[in-house]
């Protein structure tokens, strides 16, 4: 868990375009800085407490998956396994989290970064544009929204990408038609068929992975000593020193 939550992390600062050490120092000490490094620190932050989460209860879900397989096992094979054999076993559960999920998280990161450190550049009254890629690639339920314009400060979240896993889909100032589309566009609503996983955005201080990720989705019993695990994590980072 550990491992999972420091590589997500570090991939967040690279996203942010900041040294790792560097965004341990600004959320570990708030005093003196400046609205930007504010700014900064409350988009690591928030990150940071995502990711660990995140991280925690993705391997509680690879381990569950683990103990499910284990489970078509008889007694007699479980016992004839040998090292080398419970490698192979569990092999394609590792493969499952780490060489395709996990490869796809940390784009989803590190790209939700990338946007967070250009908003955070950025005053609230500026006018956004919601763009995609306008290739193949485009997913029709992004390319619908395609131009959609509004002020930073009334940006709807779930439009701030990544709004999908892979999104390609970016924002861009909109200085021709300022006025124009402030007047015109009109803040969409959530639709039903959109990836909560996406609804929030870590930009405006909410989390890369909402609650609404199945991955948040554990059973109750273990709630408790997953937020325990978590919270020690977190201490890790928040903490000068504490866990290392």
Not at 133 to 144: K, Y
Request: glycine share 4%.
């Amino acid at each position: 868990m550990e491992a999972r939550a420091d590589i997500a992390i570090r991939r967040a600062c690279a996203g942010f375009g900041v040294d790792f050490e560097e965004a341990l120092r600004l959320i570990r000490n708030a005093d003196g800085l400046d609205n930007e490094q504010i700014a900064q620190r409350n988009i690591i932050l928030s990150a940071v407490d995502n990711l660990v989460d995140f991280a925690v209860v993705e391997e509680y879900h690879m381990a569950d998956d683990m103990a499910e397989l284990e489970e078509a096992l008889t007694e007699e094979e479980a016992e004839d396994m040998e090292d080398e054999d419970w490698f192979n076993f569990y092999l394609p559960v590792f493969s499952k989290f780490h060489d395709q999920y996990m490869r796809t998280e940390n784009m989803d990161i590190e790209y939700a970064m990338i946007v967070a450190a250009y908003l955070s550049t950025i005053r609230n009254d500026t006018t956004l544009m919601y763009m995609t890629q306008g290739d193949e690639r485009v997913r029709p339920w992004h390319l619908q929204y395609e131009g959609f314009t509004a002020p930073k400060s009334m940006f709807p979240a779930w439009l701030i990408p990544p709004i999908e896993h892979n999104c390609r889909c970016y924002l861009v100032e909109d200085t021709s038609t300022v006025i124009a589309s402030i007047q015109a566009s009109v803040i969409p609503e959530m639709p039903d068929w959109f990836n909560r996983t996406f609804k929030e955005s870590v930009a405006l201080g909410g989390r890369i992975f909402s609650d609404e990720h199945p991955y948040f989705q554990v059973d109750e019993r273990h709630v408790g000593r997953l937020n325990a695990i978590a919270n020690r994590l977190k201490a890790k980072y928040l903490k000068d020193g504490e866990g290392e």
